[in-house]
C-alpha cells in the first residue's frame, strides 16, 4: 500500500506509534494532539533510509543535517515573544530562521542577539555530532562547556523545558545584552523538571560509540598512507590526538591559531575554537567542514592548513590523508 506523508493524520498517527524521531506527541482522552515536545534526538539522531528516504532504524548520536531547523522555527503560529526577546519584529526573526538552511542552528541568538556575520553571511553553525565524547573535555564548537553543561544549557534556555540553569558569564550586557536583560543565564523554573535527568542523559551520550564507516567507502590503502601523513608532516595528531582525535585537557586554539575569523570564538566566553574529534567524520560531511561549514570538502580543509602551517604536503600526501580522516 501507499502511504501519504504529507497527510497530517499520517503525522498523528506516527506520533502515537512514538515513530517519529526526537518528537512526542501528547494526546487528550479523545485522541486530539494536546501539544507536542521535542529532545535532543531531533537534532542529533538520523535514521538509516533502510526502509526509505528519512525512514527506517534509528542512529542515535548522529548529526542530523537535514533537519532545517530554523524553517520549522519560522513556521510557529506565534513568533512574537521572540521578536519582542529580539527586539526586532516578526519579519525580521523569520527572515533570519530561514537563513539558516538545513543542518544548522543558532544557539547564541537568544543570549547575544547576533542574526548575522559581520559579511552578512548567516549566523548559524553546524550541527555537531553527539557520539564519540567519551573522554573529550570541552563540548560544542567554541567548548565553553562540558556535554551535561550543553545539555542544561540547550534543555532549559533553548527548548523552555522546566527546569535550573546559571552561568554567569551570559549576564554579560556587553557580550551577551539578550541574555543579560532577559536573565536567562540564571533560570530557577519550579518545577525543575530537568536536572534530575542529566545524569543518566550524559552517561547515555557518553555510551555513544562514533560509527565505523561502511566497507568500501574508502581507499584502505591509501588510508594506510594517510595514516603517516596524519601523524608526520601533516602534523594532525597534534591537535587531534588519537585515539580522542582531540586534545586531553583544555582542547581550545585562538581564531589565530587557526587562521580564521574570530566572529564565532568571540560568541563564547572562551573567544576560542575547540579542536573537533574526528573519528566517524564519515557520517556528517553533508553542509561542509568547521563550525559554519566554511569549507565545502576535505581537501578544501587540508589546503587550508597546508597554507596555515606551511606544511608543503603533496598532492598525493593530501589525497591519502582524505582517505585517512574518511577512515576514522
Request: aromatic share 8%; glycine share 10%.
Amino acid at each position: 500500500g501507499r502511504v501519504n506523508l504529507d497527510d497530517p493524520a499520517t503525522t498523528l498517527a506516527l506520533l502515537r506509534l512514538n515513530a517519529v524521531v526526537g518528537v512526542t506527541g501528547i494526546f487528550d482522552g479523545a485522541g486530539g494532539i494536546k501539544s507536542m515536545g521535542v529532545q535532543c534526538a531531533l537534532c542529533h539522531s538520523t535514521v538509516d533510509d533502510s526502509f526509505a528516504p528519512g525512514i527506517g532504524k534509528r542512529l542515535d548520536g548522529w548529526a542530523n543535517r537535514d533537519l532545517n531547523v530554523g524553517l520549522i522555527v519560522s513556521l510557529a503560529p506565534n513568533l512574537t515573544p521572540i521578536a519582542e526577546l529580539l527586539r526586532v519584529d516578526v519579519a525580521t526573526v523569520k527572515a533570519v530562521l530561514n537563513s539558516w538552511g538545513p543542518g544548522r542552528f543558532d544557539a547564541e541568538l537568544d543570549k547575544d542577539g547576533k542574526a548575522l556575520r559581520p559579511d552578512g553571511g548567516q549566523a548559524g553553525t553546524l550541527i555537531p555530532p553527539a557520539f564519540g565524547l567519551a573522554g573529550v573535555n570541552l563540548h560544542t564548537w567554541t567548548g565553553f562547556g562540558s556535554v551535561p553543561y550543553w545539555n542544561a544549557y540547550v534543555a532549559v534556555t533553548e527548548m523552555h523545558g522546566s527546569g535550573t540553569f546559571f552561568d554567569q558569564r551570559l549576564s554579560d550586557p556587553v557580550q551577551y545584552p539578550v541574555s543579560a536583560r532577559s536573565g536567562s543565564w540564571n533560570t530557577r523554573d519550579t518545577p525543575d523538571l530537568v536536572t534530575a535527568k542529566l545524569p543518566a542523559l550524559h552517561a547515555y551520550q557518553l555510551a555513544l560509540k562514533a560509527p565505523k564507516p561502511p566497507v568500501g567507502s574508502f581507499d584502505a590503502a591509501a588510508a594506510e598512507r594517510g595514516k603517516e601523513v596524519f601523524d608526520g608532516p601533516g602534523k594532525c595528531a597534534t591537535c587531534h590526538v588519537p585515539p580522542l582525535f582531540t586534545e586531553p585537557g583544555h582542547n581550545l586554539h585562538t581564531p589565530a591559531e587557526l587562521g580564521i575569523d574570530s566572529f564565532q570564538a568571540d560568541r563564547s566566553p572562551t573567544h576560542m575554537y575547540r579542536t573537533a574529534p574526528l573519528a566517524g567524520l564519515w557520517t556528517h560531511q553533508k553542509g561542509g567542514f568547521f563550525h559554519d561549514g566554511r569549507f565545502a570538502t576535505l581537501r578544501d580543509v587540508i589546503a587550508h592548513y597546508d597554507v596555515v602551517f606551511r606544511l608543503g604536503l603533496t598532492e598525493p600526501e593530501k589525497g591519502d590523508l582524505i582517505e585517512y580522516l574518511k577512515s576514522l
